[in-house]
């Protein structure tokens, strides 16, 4: 990143964000919702919003991707039915709330709001931006769920960037309670009024966040996830030594290293780089064990493989050969 952007970064708290007209919609009048992806998060996002009765239009670059999408709404809806904490009615209104689409063009028509969460790819993602300016209707409010790239600078490829604002929803969506709701440098306020509001309807909480990289989440997860790995370069424990100080000793869930599996070693990594990038500290350096893992392919349980062995169960019972 640059030292202009980082001075911007910098003058960021200073500036108070330019008057706008308020030509959005409130949230209890508005119905249809856009949703770009239908990847791991979009088909979250398009099910949570489509489960409180919104009309979704989901959007992705082919069938076979939306019917993937769709086929992993329908397993989650059928596992929240056998829990019993819906009915079969609630899965069938869910379902029925949700249209696919293979143009972006075609699925934001008669849209309030769009929610982008198609790949973490910078020229994509302003691709993505840039067309939607084009063809939404001009009081369509533009979010994206991305992980760490500048809401400001994907806000700067539209004509709108009062209107572009961070959702950053968790995974597994329909599960995970926290949004991120996070105020690009041009953000209005109504906007950000009209995303808080929005949120709590889909009985998330919101918390706001100023555009700085990797916001909280990753601006403070990141850092641990990436330590345990020097932890483990450096030879101070292994794999399941790490992790299990922890669970046990910290009360986390699941080890940092069976997380970042979980999340991605590629993933991991491009947010490290962001942070590295956007504030030129070392600290945030990612570690030469991690870069090495990725190059090699083993970028966790997506690959099979990362700092555990995933071939036989999608469980991190097995430390990879590498570290046993
Ligand atoms: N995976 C996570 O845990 C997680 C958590 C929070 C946020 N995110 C963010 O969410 C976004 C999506 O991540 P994901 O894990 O769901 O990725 P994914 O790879 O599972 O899904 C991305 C989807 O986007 C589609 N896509 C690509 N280009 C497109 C285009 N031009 N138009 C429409 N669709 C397009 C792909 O076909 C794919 O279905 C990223 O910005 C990521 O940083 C991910």
Redesign the pocket.
Known sequence: MSNLLEHFYCSYQVTKSPPQKNTYQNTTNMKNIAV???????NGIAHTFAQFGYNVQL????QA?LDR?LATITKNLDRMVAKEKISEDDKNNTLNNITTYTS?KDGVQNTSLVVE????NVD?KLK?FKDLDEVCAEETILA?????ISITQIAAATNRPEKVIGM????PVPIMKLVEIIRGYNTSDEVMEFTVDLTKKINKVPVEVNDYPGFVANRILMPMINESIETLYNGVAGVAEIDTVMKLGMAHPMGPLQLADF??LD?CLSILNVMYDGFKNPKYAPCPLLVNMVMAGKLGVKSGEGFYDYSESRKAEKVAKMFS
């Open positions: 770009i992806g239908a990847g791991t998060m979009g959007i992705d670059i082919s991707s999408g972006i969460a198609a790949t973490e994509l993505i994206t769920n991305t992980s760490s950053h929803f968790m995974n999340i991605g993933v």
